[in-house]
């Protein structure tokens, strides 16, 4: 029903950015909140950042001041700006959407990798 694709991941030294997108496709007005998750080798899956439909963001304390969520409903797009970059922050980020009957939906992933 709905398909999350992202993009923008790469390889960036420390205090470096990088801005991820992730474009849906499908059933896409039937998406509500929509977001970012993380996940290292050794670790679950962790929240980064969400976005309701009216604008409302949440942010891991982790991330606060350093990244923002954003979404584009025209373009059917969610990004995360990523500025002041940590080694910490190097993880698989995923791409997150929920639609108005509860259904969710993942993205396959973009690496990104910060140098010390």
């Known amino acids: 029903q709905v398909k999350l694709v992202e993009s923008g991941g790469g390889l960036v030294e420390a205090g470096g950015s990088l801005r991820l997108s992730c474009a849906a496709s499908g059933s896409t007005a039937s998406i509500t909140t929509r977001g970012w998750y993380r996940q290292t080798p050794g670790s679950s899956r962790e929240l980064v950042a969400t976005?309701?439909?009216?604008?409302?963001?949440n942010y891991a304390d982790s991330v606060k001041g350093r990244f923002t969520i954003s979404r584009d409903n025209a373009k059917g797009t969610v990004d995360l700006q990523m500025n002041s970059l940590k080694p910490e922050d190097t993880a698989v980020y995923y791409c997150?959407?929920?639609?108005?009957?509860?259904?969710?939906?993942w993205g396959q992933g973009t690496q990104v990798t910060v140098s010390s």
């Open positions: 976005i309701s439909l009216g604008g409302s963001t």
């Open positions: 997150y959407a929920e639609s108005w009957r509860g259904a969710t939906f």
